[in-house]
């Protein structure tokens, strides 16, 4: 089984589709609690207070960042793997059919992209809220404006998104996601196992429409929060 999922090449694009499911899943809880916070800022702390350095909040924090990182350490083996295959022939591939999309040919580049993002974020973010609560709890001195801001998600996000910079990084990012996500759910749900004839393009389509929902749910947190900034 061990050898399975490194040695070969079904097995390694296994590994990708589960983590990308479980990836998939987490996006969608993480946009659905973002939208709290245009509906009700004090509720969406409430949320994040739940999601602290509690040990649950902790857990799932590293299942998440063990997830990443297979999935990303197995993106690297699939294109080594696919670039030692194609050895000396590897500038013949220039003529790459037309029908392969244009995400599907950069997955690995948008997932970069995506990667890059998510470090950014994570500084935005997590290190402001989660590690603050950590490190208090590990004895370490935190300063005490930033502990009393640690729970408080609306404030984070109130001071992210106040700089059009940020805006635009977020954007851009989310831009990456989206191709990232139209090309990887049908190619997750194919080498699983859902790859019959007639549900090819429906899949490919409501890819398409997951991905929208969930990018979109986080722009608009961006935007609005953003508008809010410049008109009160
Ligand atoms: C406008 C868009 C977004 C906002 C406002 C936002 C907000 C947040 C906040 C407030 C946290 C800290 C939660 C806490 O520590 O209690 C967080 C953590 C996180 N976010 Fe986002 N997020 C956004 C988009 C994204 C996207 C697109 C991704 C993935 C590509 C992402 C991945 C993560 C991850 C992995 C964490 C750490 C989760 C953990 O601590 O377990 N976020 N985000």
Not at 87 to 101: D, H, I, L, R, T
Request: glycine share 6%; charged share 10%.
């Amino acid at each position: 089984m061990n050898l399975f999922i490194v040695n070969s090449s079904i097995g390694r694009k296994l590994v990708m589709s589960i983590t990308g499911i479980c990836l998939i899943l987490f996006l969608t809880f993480h946009m659905s609690m973002n939208l709290v916070a245009l509906i009700s800022p004090k509720g969406y702390n409430l949320v994040c207070e739940f999601l602290g350095a509690n040990w649950y909040a902790l857990v799932a924090t590293i299942f998440l960042a063990l997830g990443f990182i297979i999935h990303m350490a197995y993106a690297f083996l699939l294109f080594l793997q696919n670039k030692k295959a194609r050895g000396n022939n590897a500038y013949a591939v220039s003529a790459k059919p037309k029908e392969v999309e244009w995400a599907s040919q950069n997955m690995l580049v948008l997932g970069i992209v995506v990667a890059a993002f998510l470090l950014l974020h994570l500084y935005n973010f997590w290190a402001k809220m989660q590690l603050v609560e950590l490190m208090h709890q590990l004895g370490v001195n935190v300063c005490g404006d930033a502990l009393s801001k640690s729970a408080d998600g609306a404030y984070h996000i109130a001071a992210t998104f106040q700089d059009p910079i940020y805006v635009i990084l977020y954007l851009v990012g989310l831009g990456a996601l989206w191709f990232h996500l139209t090309h990887g759910f049908w190619s997750a749900l194919q080498t699983i196992g859902f790859n019959n004839q007639l549900w090819f393009n429906r899949w490919k389509c409501i890819g398409t429409i997951y991905a929208t929902i969930i990018v979109f749910g986080f722009a608009i947190v961006a935007i609005a929060y953003f508008v809010k900034s410049v008109c009160c």
